[in-house]
């Protein structure tokens, strides 16, 4: 313990008690080494069973135990579980990717700090810096990882993660209100293991939004040569486009977009439509996609492929035009993202005037941000502006109608009431795809343009009450 009994990682004379806990003798003995060089009274255990009996041996002694989780006679949650009976020392959990369900374990059990392996020195020091600092000596203390906000992460679902031989960036596990770091940078991922975690309902893991691109550029890649080969089939490909269509989405909510990004974005969602040709496939792949993700980035992403799919049924079929329609489609709402998510969150008829006004307010921020965007088509910008125009002129900003809205606006708007049905805020509102297609008809009739209706209705091959020509030709 330092003179002033507080822990300081920057000298030598911390004299506090450690109890350190590793079956690795290697990796113990290093660890031992660097903290007795900060001056800890360093004991070492090679399991949990050796580590109980020290315990009870010299009981209050230690300030504070680190341990692994996965050691032969006693793992690391059986001992915490151990200790926690008894007292309330800082406990420190040493985990690595392949021990995410039991790092939730030990977190329920009430382990005080998690560190990702390989242990880094500094990282370990900065722990137990926490462990041995009062509350109300931290205030001056450097940001920790279980202090960042939700908004600084995004998720991936397990079952969507791309593995490669190695991460692209550190991993995080949510737990409680805490982020741990689980895995750094550069670690092998065990694939096997992906799916015993999403039986165990750990169903997500984050990437800092920083780090996020790293994740997107590997998708891209992943995306680009699957979406290729003769030998992957279709639903496998399906839902690594969709994935990345959606976490493309995500990035670009999130930060904005460049070039890279914005180019991708249109291909993916180009190329899933491609491979849906026209079969109905796609229907139960944004089925699945409607658990769990941003509900703004699966919106984006089904109303790209249903404009896209309207423009292919009414006889759009250049695929300068479909590659637009795709493009019209995810970005139709990105002035969303400049708005309070409580805002979108709350049904219409909930809002207060001003947050009507606010919201409404997303079809100009939208055509603002595409504008500066020179690799999109200019159209883009345009629908962004216009898909909240009816056909009969009740719509905004202009309250335009007919043939002055653009035509690809008026798409848009059918595609986006559809998979406002879907996927709506509330489940209990959600309605399957005929139905939907049923509702527009007869609630929103003069509101559409009803040739891009008749085009979802033959895209989905859903009868209408007063059959129509299919196949008109519009552009
Ligand atoms: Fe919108």
Same mark, same amino acid.
């Given at each position: 313990?330092?003179?002033?009994?507080?822990f300081d990682?920057?000298?030598?004379?911390n004299?506090?008690?450690v109890?350190?806990?590793?079956d690795?003798?290697?990796?113990r003995?290093?660890?031992a080494?660097?903290?007795?060089?900060r001056g800890?009274?360093v004991?070492?255990?090679?399991n949990?069973l050796?580590a109980k009996?020290?315990?009870?041996?010299?009981?209050?002694?230690f300030?504070?135990?680190?341990?692994?989780?996965?050691?032969?006679e006693?793992?690391?949650?059986?001992?915490?579980?151990?200790v926690?009976?008894t007292?309330?020392?800082?406990?420190?959990?040493?985990?690595?990717?392949?021990?995410?369900?039991e790092?939730?374990n030990?977190?329920?059990?009430g382990?005080?700090?998690?560190?990702?392996?390989?242990?880094?020195?500094?990282?370990?020091?900065?722990?137990?810096?926490?462990?041995?600092?009062?509350p109300?000596?931290?205030?001056?203390?450097?940001?920790?990882?279980?202090?960042?906000?939700v908004?600084?992460?995004c998720?991936?679902?397990?079952?969507e993660?791309?593995?490669t031989t190695?991460?692209?960036?550190?991993?995080?596990?949510?737990l409680?209100?805490?982020?741990?770091k689980?895995?750094?940078?550069?670690?092998?991922?065990?694939?096997?293991r992906?799916?015993?975690y999403q039986?165990?309902?750990?169903?997500?893991?984050y990437?800092?939004?920083?780090?996020f691109?790293?994740?997107?550029? @590997?998708?891209?890649?992943?995306?680009?040569?699957?979406?290729? !080969?003769? +030998?992957?089939?279709?639903?496998?490909? #399906? =839902?690594? $486009?969709?994935?990345?269509?959606?976490i493309?989405?995500?990035?670009?909510?999130?930060?904005?977009?460049?070039k890279?990004?914005?180019?991708?974005?249109?291909r993916v969602?180009?190329?899933?439509?491609?491979?849906v040709?026209?079969?109905?496939?796609?229907?139960?792949?944004?089925?699945?996609?409607?658990?769990?993700a941003?509900?703004l980035?699966?919106?984006?992403?089904?109303?790209?492929?249903?404009s896209t799919m309207?423009?292919?049924?009414?006889g759009?079929?250049s695929?300068?035009t479909?590659?637009?329609?795709?493009?019209?489609?995810?970005?139709?709402?990105?002035?969303?993202?400049?708005?309070?998510p409580?805002?979108?969150?709350k049904k219409?008829? @909930?809002?207060?005037?001003?947050?009507?006004?606010?919201?409404? !307010?997303? +079809?100009v921020?939208?055509?603002?941000? #595409? =504008?500066? $965007?020179?690799?999109?088509?200019?159209?883009?910008g345009e629908?962004?502006?216009q898909?909240?125009?009816?056909?009969?002129?009740?719509?905004?900003?202009?309250?335009?109608?007919?043939?002055?809205i653009?035509?690809?606006?008026?798409?848009?708007?059918?595609?986006?009431l559809?998979?406002?049905?879907?996927?709506p805020?509330n489940d209990?509102?959600?309605?399957?795809?005929?139905?939907?297609?049923k509702?527009?008809?007869?609630?929103?009739?003069?509101?559409?343009?009803?040739q891009?209706?008749?085009?979802?209705a033959?895209?989905?091959?859903?009868?209408?009450?007063v059959?129509?020509?299919f196949?008109?030709?519009?552009?």
């Amino acid at each position: 313990m330092t003179s002033n009994g507080v822990f300081d990682p920057k000298r030598d004379d911390n004299q506090f008690n450690v109890l350190l806990v590793e079956d690795d003798h290697v990796f113990r003995g290093l660890i031992a080494k660097n903290l007795r060089r900060r001056g800890l009274n360093v004991r070492e255990a090679e399991n949990g069973l050796v580590a109980k009996t020290i315990l009870e041996l010299v009981d209050n002694v230690f300030h504070v135990v680190i341990s692994d989780v996965r050691m032969p006679e006693m793992d690391g949650v059986a001992l915490l579980k151990h200790v926690r009976s008894t007292s309330k020392v800082p406990f420190i959990v040493m985990t690595g990717f392949s021990e995410l369900i039991e790092a939730r374990n030990a977190f329920e059990l009430g382990a005080t700090e998690f560190l990702p392996k390989p242990v880094k020195t500094e990282a370990l020091l900065e722990a137990i810096s926490r462990c041995l600092t009062p509350p109300s000596a931290r205030e001056e203390a450097p940001r920790q990882t279980d202090t960042l906000r939700v908004d600084e992460f995004c998720q991936i679902h397990v079952d969507e993660f791309i593995s490669t031989t190695s991460l692209r960036s550190d991993i995080y596990l949510k737990l409680g209100e805490k982020f741990v770091k689980v895995a750094h940078k550069g670690d092998s991922v065990p694939i096997d293991r992906l799916k015993k975690y999403q039986a165990s309902s750990v169903d997500y893991l984050y990437v800092r939004v920083e780090e996020f691109r790293n994740y997107v550029n @590997l998708n891209i890649q992943v995306s680009n040569v699957i979406s290729q !080969s003769n +030998v992957i089939a279709k639903e496998a490909k #399906l =839902r690594v $486009l969709k994935h990345t269509a959606e976490i493309i989405t995500e990035t670009c909510f999130r930060d904005g977009f460049d070039k890279v990004i914005c180019d991708s974005a249109s291909r993916v969602v180009l190329d899933t439509v491609r491979l849906v040709g026209d079969d109905r496939d796609i229907l139960s792949v944004l089925a699945n996609m409607h658990s769990g993700a941003n509900r703004l980035y699966v919106h984006s992403v089904a109303v790209s492929v249903f404009s896209t799919m309207i423009a292919k049924a009414v006889g759009w079929a250049s695929m300068t035009t479909q590659f637009k329609a795709s493009a019209c489609g995810l970005f139709h709402d990105i002035g969303k993202r400049e708005l309070d998510p409580e805002i979108l969150d709350k049904k219409r008829i @909930l809002l207060s005037l001003e947050e009507v006004k606010a919201l409404e !307010s997303h +079809v100009v921020r939208g055509r603002n941000i #595409l =504008r500066q $965007l020179p690799s999109l088509p200019e159209d883009v910008g345009e629908v962004a502006y216009q898909h909240h125009e009816n056909f009969n002129g009740t719509g905004y900003p202009h309250a335009i109608k007919g043939d002055q809205i653009h035509p690809m606006a008026r798409v848009v708007r059918v595609a986006d009431l559809f998979v406002g049905m879907l996927f709506p805020v509330n489940d209990e509102d959600r309605l399957e795809p005929a139905a939907a297609v049923k509702k527009i008809e007869k609630i929103y009739e003069g509101e559409i343009d009803p040739q891009f209706l008749r085009g979802l209705a033959k895209a989905l091959n859903v009868p209408l009450e007063v059959p129509r020509d299919f196949g008109k030709r519009v552009g």
